[in-house]
């Protein structure tokens, strides 16, 4: 299986900061990334896919970056509502495998 | 607009199984791949399979032969079966409509404690 490591465990930040969260796959993944956003008591929501294209509805303050087996998620302009878990997830070879998720709280 | 929603005991005995339903809204189960993934306590997000627009099957190996999915295309719903399942099987599961871009939609999960 391709094992995801993601970056920090837990994160806090002011409002208004930007913050990004690293994932690193085990092996070449090939841009098929992507992030997942999970607000507490709430199902994860798709907010980017194939690495750096914006899921629709998803605020433009996220975007993704990365390649090979080095990607990232950044949050422009922190706001409340983005106080969530954050999970990658490589859809490139079976079984899809997770990060082990972010954390993201205010300061 | 696409829903699902998981229904299914919220306890389960050790050795026994565990049986959920994910029943779709809005959208056919002949299209796309539907599958079910569990996060643990902790966070651990776990892949566990789909069955496929054609009804094919795929497993996550980890699971070896104790799962099993199914479908009912006439109710539009799919099944999740967990054989001899354990303690550490305790998990919110989820049902989601997957494709090559990720996991669009999901249904609320729902919680399953495995104990005596």
């Known amino acids: 299986d391709i094992q995801m490591t993601q970056s920090p465990a837990s994160l806090s930040a002011s409002l208004g900061e930007t913050v990004t969260i690293e994932c690193l796959a085990s092996?070449?993944?090939?841009?098929?990334l992507a992030w997942y956003q999970q607000k507490p008591g709430k199902s994860p929501q798709l907010l980017i896919y194939?690495?750096?294209s914006l899921n629709d509805g998803v605020p433009s303050r996220f975007s993704g970056s990365g390649s090979g087996t080095q990607y990232s998620l950044k949050i422009n302009s922190l706001q409340s509502e983005d106080v969530s878990i954050y999970f990658c997830?490589?859809?490139?070879?079976?079984?899809?495998?997770f990060g082990g998720g972010t954390k993201l709280e205010l300061k | 607009e696409v829903q699902l929603q998981e229904s299914g005991p919220g306890l389960v005995k050790p050795s026994q199984s565990l049986s959920l339903t994910c029943s779709v809204t809005?959208?056919?189960?002949?299209?796309?791949?539907w599958g079910w993934i569990r996060k643990f306590p902790g966070n651990k997000m776990e892949w566990m399979g789909y069955?496929?627009?054609?009804?094919?099957?795929s497993y996550n190996p980890s699971l070896k032969s104790r799962i099993s999915i199914t479908r009912d295309t006439s109710k539009n719903q799919f099944f999740l079966q967990l054989n001899s399942v354990t303690t550490e099987d305790t998990a919110t599961y989820y049902c989601?409509?997957?494709?090559?871009?990720?996991?669009?939609?999901w249904g609320q999960g729902t919680l399953v404690t495995v104990s005596s």
């Open positions: 989601a409509r997957g494709s090559t871009i990720g996991f669009a939609y």
């Open positions: 809005g959208y056919s189960i002949t299209s796309n791949y």
């Open positions: 069955i496929s627009y054609s009804g094919s099957t």
């Open positions: 092996e070449d993944i090939y841009s098929n």
């Open positions: 194939y690495a750096n």
């Open positions: 997830q490589q859809n490139y070879d079976s079984p899809p495998t």
